[in-house]
């Protein structure tokens, strides 16, 4: 391998890029839309969900409980209703989210210690419901006690680490980073080869003295140079705009994001040369790089949640082990050197990917 | 009107055979779509199964261990335990575990217990935080023989055990609703509604969600 040979293969793939505005401008600007779009976009907070209440008695306890719903951050009253089928046709028509009852005989019941209070949640959307439910048993927890006036039998104190108010958007945008990365990375290398075959550019090349291994170093490089600049601008704006904090070290984030950004390449690199076109180059990468990205990788889906045989699944997405990584850097402020796993597993696929499109490329009919 | 027809069919044709000729879009055309459906299907979920849960009881008393027996006993956490808090903390720091419960050495005395969940990942940690607070109030309450003085009773339309994705395995009915997949309407003080009369049920959805004892059968 010559190192001229590789900086002639730089200067020239360079030029393709700097030469086409247009892909250019999307590989900059795309990070970063995604990033707004996503971090902006992926909210699992629930704040001020829409209650409907049906207050069946006007008395002081009730309105005592329902002041009390509504004050809550989870809950606001949006509106009154006089009768079920009214509640009924709001939460089927998805104005309200939640219906709170309030018996006739609420008071009553409250004085023999023994009232009940009827909640009605959309179960349509499974996660709000059950955020919702938490947060209505809480509350009544709490009412109990205040009422009761003695103090609770057992207190729990909560709190969350690494992230005290548990938003989460502190825990998506870390993620988010690695999403954007896979699909770009992916999507702008899985065009590279393919637009030289496309283009008959490879008859060129063939008639050169390149190896196919300073093809491909030459071909890579200035593209994990961008990525690498497009990774800094989106942790940039993690970290400035998203008000993210990064409590580990920019260098290890760096390095672990440096690999990251390695893999993805080199399988974009690959899918290029599967593909043979531009085409269908674009849509396996992003195929087999966004939807696992975005599902498999944990990034709002806990992979421990999943059925086992999807766990094992998430083995061979990289993004799997870089959103645990990025999170890690970012919220836990760790070194990654405490989970070196996750590392090993992304240098593994690496040294793999590197070997399967090295062999790949001896059918591109260049020296070998 | 005649003559336009025949050209649309014929551009149509000619769009079909161009999809499918190639061997590599028609595998692009219906197998990823396919894929799709069954990742999504189950990978996009936020029910939280069989939680981690990290341990650590300075007290060792016969009240902490009923306490944490409770917790196991819903089926939805599985403990871990540690010696010391800096154990627990490595443990949650790796992400082996999702949150620890601490028991400080004057537990039942001192009737306070520490809940700490991982807040990156924040749905997760809303859920587990909010079940396993609801679990050790409700152990407390029958530890000490109160009975809550105002009961929520919830009751969740479309979707009564709150799913992200119906299951199909389970025979249906009774049997169905009855079992929660999160423990949030397990027994709460093993007693009967008595709500019947305004359970109130939508128009066309099934039986079973209008009928307040199935969903609410004590265990």
């Given amino acids: 391998m010559k190192l001229q040979h590789v900086r002639a293969m730089i200067r020239k793939e360079w030029w393709h890029l700097m030469r086409d505005s247009r892909s250019l401008a999307l590989i900059l600007l795309m990070p970063l839309m995604l990033l707004f ?332 | 009107m005649i003559g336009s027809v025949v050209r649309l069919r014929a551009l149509l044709t000619k769009e079909f055979r161009h999809l499918l000729r190639d061997p590599r879009m028609r595998f692009f055309v219906i197998v990823p779509p396919l894929i799709q459906l069954m990742v999504f299907g189950y990978a996009a979920t936020f029910d939280v199964r069989e939680a981690q849960v990290g341990v650590v009881d300075y007290a060792h008393t016969f009240q902490s261990r009923k306490l944490l027996s409770s917790v196991t006993a819903g089926g939805h956490f599985q403990l871990q335990y540690f010696d010391d808090m800096s154990n627990a903390a490595d443990a949650m720091n790796r992400g082996s575990i999702q949150a620890i419960v601490h028991l400080a050495s004057e537990f039942p005395r001192q009737p306070v217990v520490q809940l700490i969940a991982d807040g990156s990942d924040s749905n997760s940690a809303q859920i587990v935080v909010g079940q396993l607070s609801q679990i050790i109030q409700e152990y407390a309450q029958q530890a000490n023989g109160l009975q809550q003085a105002v009961r929520l009773d919830e009751r969740t339309w479309y979707n009564p055990n709150m799913e992200d994705r119906e299951h199909r395995d389970g025979s249906a009915g009774c049997d169905h609703a009855s079992y929660s997949h999160d423990g949030g309407t397990r027994t709460r003080d093993g007693h009967t509604r008595k709500t019947a009369g305004y359970a109130g049920g939508a128009p066309g959805i099934p039986d079973r969600q209008n009928d307040p004892g199935s969903l609410h059968r004590p265990v």
């Fill in chain 1, 37 to 368: 779009l996503f971090g902006y976009a992926v909210r699992l907070d629930i704040s001020e969900a829409p209650l409907g209440v049906l207050q069946e008695a006007l008395d002081a306890q009730s309105d005592d409980i329902i002041a009390r719903f509504d004050a809550s951050h989870a809950f606001h009253v949006v509106a009154r209703f006089h009768d079920r089928q009214s509640l009924r046709a709001s939460l089927q028509s998805g104005q309200i989210r939640a219906g709170l009852v309030v018996p006739y005989d609420y008071a009553r019941q409250l004085q023999h210690r023994n009232a009940t209070l009827q909640l009605l949640l959309d179960g349509v959307d499974a996660n709000t419901a059950r955020l919702l439910r938490n947060y209505a048993t809480a509350l009544v927890n709490d009412y109990t006690l205040s009422l009761s006036g003695n103090s609770a039998p057992i207190r729990v104190k909560d709190r969350s680490w690494f992230n005290e108010g548990r938003e989460s958007r502190l825990a998506i945008v870390p993620g988010v980073i690695a999403v954007v990365m896979a699909v770009i990375g992916a999507l702008i290398t899985s065009l590279t080869i393919a637009r030289e075959i496309e283009y008959g550019n490879l008859v060129m090349l063939r008639t050169t003295p390149l190896t196919r291994g300073e093809f491909l170093l030459g071909k890579l490089l200035p593209y994990i140079l961008i990525g690498m600049a497009d990774l800094l601008l989106a942790v940039g704006a993690a970290v400035y705009i998203f008000d993210v904090p990064l409590r580990g070290s920019l260098v290890s984030l760096t390095l672990v994001s440096f690999l990251f950004v390695l893999v993805v390449m080199l399988q974009g690199s690959l899918i290029s040369m599967i593909a043979g076109n531009q085409m269908l180059a674009s849509q396996i990468s992003l195929v087999s790089t966004f939807l696992p990205a975005f599902l498999l990788s944990g990034f709002i889906f806990a992979i421990q949640n999943m059925p086992i045989a999807l766990q094992y699944l998430t083995y061979i997405v990289p993004a799997r082990y870089y959103v645990a990584l990025s999170k890690l850097i970012f919220l836990k402020g760790i070194s990654p050197l405490l989970v070196w796993t996750e590392v090993a597993a992304l240098l593994v696929m690496a040294l793999l990917l590197a070997r399967v499109a090295f062999m790949r490329a001896s059918r591109l009919g260049l020296l070998p």
